[in-house]
């Protein structure tokens, strides 16, 4: 998962916020805790990816992060039916 949160440097919003990553190329290990305590390692392990791409502006909250990963899990959730 230090992979996945490693990759998000690459998202000019992300790393601006300095809300998952600090200067000197450390982390913020009390954030990623709150995450994995919300989330879980293998649902951050899969939605953190996704969620480089789908932030597109800047923030300066960790809240703002737990919303989004938020909505990706009611969406991932969402029950489609196939056909009869």
């Known amino acids: ?22 200067k000197k190329g450390k982390l913020n290990t009390i954030a990623i805790k709150i995450l994995l305590r919300e989330f879980g390692k293998e649902e951050l392990s899969c939605n953190l990816p996704i969620l480089g791409r789908k932030v ?18 009611i969406n991932d959730n969402v029950f489609l039916p196939g056909p009869l």
């Not at 998962?1 to 600090?22: C, F, T």
């Not at 597109?56 to 899990?73: E, N, Q, V």
Request: glycine share 2%; no cysteine; aromatic share 8%.
């Open 56 to 73: 597109k502006k800047d923030f300066y909250t960790l809240s703002y992060l737990i919303a989004m990963l938020h909505k990706m899990s």
């Open 1 to 22: 998962m230090l992979k996945e949160i490693e990759s998000l440097r690459g998202n000019q919003h992300i790393n601006r916020s300095s809300v998952l990553h600090l």
